[in-house]
């Protein structure tokens, strides 16, 4: 059996089979790793949690008035359209 033939046959199933492996150990060590710490850590994992929905509501309503700030100044109403 040459190459071309073995691809044919074998080379989608063996790219997949690879791909799956990748995912699995690229999304599997960083969840295993994310579970053990919140298993050792509960309070701590818990505490951190807290901290980043307060701090993302804070920045949320930070960076929306940033943004219409910006736009009052630097949006052109007239962009696009014709004369």
């Known amino acids: ?9 074998y080379g989608y199933k063996l790219l997949g089979l690879g791909i799956i492996i990748l995912i699995a150990v690229v999304l599997g060590f960083p969840l295993y790793a994310l579970w053990s710490f919140i ?31 910006m736009g009052k100044y630097f949006y052109d109403d007239k962009f696009g359209k014709r004369p």
């Open 39 to 69: 298993k050792e850590y509960p309070e701590m994992t818990l505490t951190i949690l807290i901290i980043i929905i307060i701090t993302s509501v804070f920045l949320r309503g930070y960076f929306k008035a940033y943004g219409e700030a």
């Open 1 to 9: 059996m040459d190459f071309d033939l073995f691809m044919e046959k």
